[in-house]
């Protein structure tokens, strides 16, 4: 069973930065693809970036790619969001998820699905 823990989240002007964490409990997180998802009022949960347990491979929601960051260290057992350039549209209720079927291997996914565990949201507002 893996725990996991977003913080971060906040209030921001378009334009600015934040960076999400989430810190995992459990040994075998190093193991996991990491996912970052969102979710805003009215709308389904979209994905917005994964990595995979080394850090190697990484996919971004075209939304996001070139603004946002995701990484890992996995002697910290913490994932991040590094958001930048941010705008109204990314306001929404931010998870990280862990792909407890990934084990080692490379393999990344977009679905939702695909993750087992699930942090329980940190909000992030960006207003205009």
């Known amino acids: 069973q893996v725990q996991l823990v977003e913080s971060g989240g906040g209030l921001v002007q378009a334009g600015g930065s934040l960076r999400l964490s989430c810190a995992a409990s459990?040994?075998?997180?190093?193991?996991?693809?990491m996912g970052w998802f969102r979710q805003a009022p009215g709308k389904e949960r979209e994905f917005v970036a994964a990595?995979?347990?080394?850090?190697?491979?990484?996919l971004y929601a075209y939304s996001v790619k070139g603004r946002f960051t995701i990484s890992r260290d996995n002697a910290k057992n913490t994932v991040y969001l590094q958001m930048n350039s941010l705008k109204p549209e990314d306001t929404a209720v931010y998870y990280c998820?862990?792909?407890?079927?990934?084990?080692?291997?490379?393999?990344?996914?977009?679905?939702?699905?695909?993750?087992?565990?699930w942090g329980q949201g940190t909000q992030v507002t960006v207003s205009s």
């Open positions: 990595i995979s347990w080394s850090g190697g491979n990484t």
């Open positions: 998820a862990a792909d407890r079927g990934s084990n080692y291997s490379g393999t990344i996914s977009t679905i939702a699905d695909q993750y087992d565990y």
């Open positions: 459990g040994r075998t997180f190093r193991s996991y693809a």
